[in-house]
């Protein structure tokens, strides 16, 4: 099966400007997490999503960042305007059930510079 | 804030068994142990997680403590492939607190 897919892998932005990223998750998949490591931290969940409906969005940073997930299907984040600090790789996850306990699968992350 | 405890670096001999421990001496009986780990440029990678009995799957071996408060992730014959940064990371097994908390991890070099 193919894997949790991200785009772009990297995107470099000016302060300011708006980027939008998007995950498509394993085929079936109704949970789609949202992670980010920022520069020199750990991993940070960011939220959760069960299929269209925000289950768990208590890690996102501030009201720049947008998370939807129309359909059920791919999501997208949005951050808008982006600031220096947004800096960092954003991972995407899924998982098919709600408590994962067999572990969730993660995309390759999209690597955020803004400049 | 993570509930684990790792050593910050390991080095390992290719061919050899790399294990790798984690103290977690707060872990409440209702949560799992996993073990995650990044491969450089890649997201986290699952690779195994116990709650009580130790286990073993096609990517290693976790063996944890009879109190649960620390545990041993094994590679068995390390490879320069398994060079990454591992997370051993305690979650409830119930639909609280879904989420990962990811600590600092141990990175762990495996050399020639």
């Known amino acids: 099966e193919a894997g949790v897919t991200q785009f772009p892998s990297h995107s470099v932005i000016e302060k300011g400007q708006t980027v939008t990223l998007r995950c498509d998750p394993i085929?079936?998949?109704?949970?789609l997490y949202w992670y980010r490591r920022v520069m020199g931290k750990e991993i940070k969940f960011l939220l959760h999503?069960?299929?269209?409906?925000?289950?768990?969005e208590s890690g996102m940073p501030n009201n720049r960042f947008l998370a939807e997930r129309t359909g059920g299907t791919y999501s997208t984040l949005k951050v808008q305007p982006a600031e220096l600090e947004d800096s960092g790789v954003y991972f995407c996850?899924?998982?098919?059930?709600?408590?994962?306990?067999?572990?969730?699968?993660f995309g390759s992350g999209t690597r955020l510079t803004v400049v | 804030d993570a509930k684990t405890t790792q050593p910050t670096s390991m080095d390992c001999a290719e061919g050899r068994a790399a294990n790798l421990p984690c103290n977690h001496s707060?872990?409440?009986?209702?949560?799992?142990v996993y073990w995650y780990r990044q491969i450089h440029s890649q997201g986290p990678q699952y690779i195994i997680h116990?709650?009580?009995n130790n286990e073993t799957n096609e990517m290693a071996s976790l063996i944890i403590t009879e109190d649960r408060k620390s545990s041993t992730l094994i590679l068995p014959h390390a490879t320069l492939r398994d060079t990454a940064v591992y997370y051993c990371?305690?979650?409830?097994?119930?639909?609280?607190?879904?989420?990962?908390?990811f600590g600092g991890g141990t990175r762990l070099m495996v050399k020639p």
């Open positions: 996850a899924s998982s098919q059930d709600l408590q994962a306990v067999e572990g969730y699968t």
């Open positions: 085929s079936g998949h109704d949970n």
């Open positions: 999503f069960v299929k269209e409906s925000k289950q768990d």
């Open positions: 707060t872990i409440s009986g209702n949560e799992y």
């Open positions: 116990g709650l009580k």
């Open positions: 990371i305690v979650r409830p097994s119930n639909n609280a607190g879904n989420m990962l908390t």
